[in-house]
């Protein structure tokens, strides 16, 4: 993304989070935040009920790192010239805002486009930018979560109400990577055919088609799949289940499809005898014997620790996983081996302040970004860059156009 220049009005983290991408590949992204209070999520002091360092912010640092930020109120004619002297030289516009919003302030597709036709123009939304409620806003716990249907297929239904979003901004990072992929194909689809698209993806369509086999499924039959309870299985097969460990830890097994598996799998789990048992050792069998088997499997892997298990099943050829934490991830050999953390410098002078990269990694190549800009920390560099004088510079920041 060399040489693409990305304009991004929004805030909070599902649209910042596309910014953040194409950043990480790459692009200029200039981001425009307001002059006096910056984008309102760096006020934030409380995520999931942790009290949040303004100095150290994951909820700035993770969707906006690699960025340079520009402050602008763009409710002003003043502020809005600065906004279209930038997107004159930008390949593409990002934004988040609500219609009323993007008309009110005149950087609606329309008013964009008239200073740059050549400009892809991408929206991000709740439910979308056609139909009754575009003009309804949400976070992804509303949108992505709630609405969706993925909030109710991960509650068991014996828990008899709700269970609350546990991942902050969870919606919003995958839903920036569905934009981010969008832009990537409208930037392709200008350079073949010269044509500039504009692009929507809201937070409901991202949790669609995040969980599209089971809406699939669901269309086609009426039914839908809920998560189970712990100690409940519906599996037919016993290679597909969460075993307790003698410490309380869990390990999952996903065996899929346990044809030439089945052998090494009793072995691994201390159950070789199994293997030989007309009741398990063909797949048929298997599953006509799923109860006996899940019995006999739990029973086994409840004999010995979580870290036992952890290191003795890594030469197991079937599939299976460590019941892990989002913190347990941050010392995963695998994680790090893949270089899925890097470390940015901390605005307050501190330690590094490590983030997550994108999910996409080129050539093998360790990720190079910047910390997140601090709220208009590049003003006046960007509209020099522009060939703004510096007396026109000063005559906007008096008049309160820009900070």
Same mark, same amino acid.
């Given at each position: 993304m060399e040489g693409v220049r990305v304009l991004e009005v $929004?805030?909070?983290?599902?649209?910042?989070? @596309?910014?953040?991408?194409? @950043?990480?590949?790459?692009? #200029?992204? !200039?981001?425009? /935040? %307001?002059?006096?209070?910056?984008?309102?999520?760096?006020?934030?002091?409380?995520?999931?009920?942790?009290?949040?360092?303004?100095?150290? %912010?994951?909820? =700035?640092?993770?969707?906006?790192?690699?960025?340079?930020?520009?402050? !602008?109120?763009?409710?002003?004619?003043?502020?809005q010239e600065?906004? &279209?002297? !930038?997107?004159?030289?930008? #390949?593409?516009?990002?934004?988040? &805002?609500?219609? $009323?919003?993007?008309?009110?302030?005149?950087?609606? =597709? /329309? %008013? !964009?486009? @008239?200073?740059?036709?050549? *400009?892809? &123009?991408a929206r991000g939304s709740a439910y979308g930018d056609k139909g009754a409620e575009r003009d309804t806003g949400g976070f992804d716990g509303t949108a992505f979560w709630t609405r969706s249907g993925v909030g109710h297929a991960l509650t068991p239904e014996e828990i008899g109400g709700a269970l609350p979003q546990g991942i902050p901004a969870f919606g919003d990072s995958i839903g920036g990577m569905n934009i981010a992929g969008g832009i990537s194909a409208a930037l392709f689809h200008r350079e073949r055919t010269g044509e500039a698209v504009e692009l929507d993806v809201s937070l409901l369509s991202t949790a669609w088609w995040a969980a599209g086999a089971s809406v699939t499924q669901g269309m086609?039959?009426? /039914?839908? +799949?809920?998560?189970? +309870?712990?100690?409940?299985? $519906?599996?037919?097969?016993?290679?597909?289940a969460n &075993?307790?460990?003698?410490d309380g830890g869990t390990i999952n097994l996903c065996i899929v499809s346990p044809t030439g598996y089945i052998r090494d799998a009793f072995e691994h789990l201390g159950l070789p005898e199994l293997a030989d048992d007309p009741r398990f050792c063909d797949v048929m069998p298997l599953?006509?014997?799923?109860?006996?088997?899940?019995?006999? *499997?739990?029973? @086994?892997?409840r004999s010995k620790p979580f870290e036992y298990w952890r290191q003795h099943l890594k030469t197991m050829k079937g599939q299976w996983a460590p019941f892990q934490s989002l913190i347990d991830l941050a010392s995963d050999e695998q994680a790090i081996d893949n270089?899925?953390?890097?470390?940015?410098? $901390?605005? #307050?002078?501190?330690?590094?302040?490590?983030?997550v990269r994108g999910p996409v990694q080129f050539n093998h190549e360790p990720l190079e970004t910047t910390r997140a800009p601090q709220a208009s920390e590049h003003t006046e560099i960007v509209l020099m860059e522009l060939g703004l004088d510096w007396d026109r510079i000063e005559a906007l920041k008096d008049s309160g156009a820009i900070a």
């Open positions: $929004a805030q909070f983290t599902f649209v910042p989070a @596309a910014g953040a991408i194409l @950043a990480d590949w790459g692009a #200029d992204v !200039i981001k425009v /935040e %307001h002059p006096v209070r910056g984008d309102t999520q760096r006020g934030f002091i409380n995520m999931g009920g942790f009290q949040l360092d303004p100095n150290r %912010h994951p909820l =700035i640092e993770h969707p906006n790192r690699g960025k340079r930020s520009v402050g !602008i109120d763009v409710s002003t004619p003043g502020g600065v906004l &279209y002297e !930038i997107a004159k030289t930008a #390949d593409v516009f990002l934004t988040n &805002y609500m219609p $009323a919003q993007r008309q009110k302030n005149k950087f609606d =597709i /329309e %008013h !964009i486009r @008239a200073v740059n036709p050549n *400009i892809i &123009y086609e039959t009426g /039914e839908t +799949m809920r998560s189970l +309870m712990p100690g409940t299985t $519906a599996s037919v097969n016993p290679f597909m &075993y307790l460990t003698s599953i006509q014997n799923a109860e006996a088997g899940v019995q006999l *499997i739990a029973e @086994a892997i270089d899925m953390i890097v470390e940015v410098e $901390a605005s #307050d002078g501190g330690a590094p302040f490590k983030v």
